[in-house]
T-cell receptor, first 113, second 112 residues
């Protein structure tokens, strides 16, 4: 089975901190995604990557950056955390070229105080 | 504006009963529609994906239907079990720009 692992289930940080969310997949998938999920809004795409060192902005990239130095790892970076970035963050991966996430991690619930 | 609307927002049914969840969309042109199940505290898991030419697709006790003319999909759950308690999310992909539009989900609770 494909496994997408997010390093933290719960994370609490302070306003202004630089925050790193890590995601690792074990199936050699080309594509990786970062979403945030908020009540009443559905999932929203922050960034995605279709290859090592490649990245594309999603629908809400402001305040975030990403890093993909190795194929299996995709990191989401909050440059200067703000309270409106409190959310559930979901990482996903896929092997095909459809641009659709196939396998999700279990999420990181991030609270910014 | 491309939208995906799901109904009802929440649903409570008795174990063993059937239920149907709805997904209406305005995304155009249409590429495909996917249903996910998301257990509390877990990531979404894909149940089924439907393309333009498919009307019905089953995955165990889950049956999805698609009417591309009316832009409607439904997810029917037969003989519900306690483990079916979850949020069900409908996602529609737009043809051409690969963009996905997510619904906000239906929260289903099965009670014994």
């Amino acid at each position: 089975d494909v496994k997408v692992t997010q390093s933290s289930r719960y994370l609490v940080k302070r306003t202004g901190e630089k925050v790193f969310l890590e995601c690792v997949q074990d199936m050699d998938h080309e594509n990786m995604f970062w979403y945030r999920q908020d009540p009443g809004l559905g999932l929203r795409l922050i960034y995605f990557s279709y290859d090592v060192k490649m990245k594309e902005k999603g629908d809400i990239p402001e305040g975030y950056s990403v890093s993909r130095e190795k194929k299996e790892r995709f990191s989401l970076i909050l440059e200067s955390a703000s309270t409106n970035q409190t959310s559930m963050y979901l990482c996903a991966s896929s092997w095909d070229t459809s641009g659709q996430p196939q396998h999700f991690g279990d999420g990181t619930r991030l609270s910014i105080l | 504006k491309n939208q995906v609307e799901q109904s009802p927002q929440s649903l409570i049914i008795l174990e063993g009963k059937n239920c149907t969840l709805q997904c209406n969309y305005t995304v155009s042109p249409f590429s495909n529609l996917r249903w996910y199940k998301q257990d509390t505290g877990r990531g979404p898991v894909s149940l089924t994906i439907m393309t333009f030419s498919e009307n019905t697709k089953s995955n165990g006790r889950y049956t999805a239907t698609l009417d591309a003319d009316t832009k409607q999909s439904s997810l029917h759950i037969t003989a519900s079990q306690l483990s079916d308690s979850a949020s069900y999310i409908c996602v529609v992909k737009r043809l051409g720009n690969e963009k996905l539009t997510f619904g906000t989900g239906t929260r289903l609770t099965i009670i014994p």
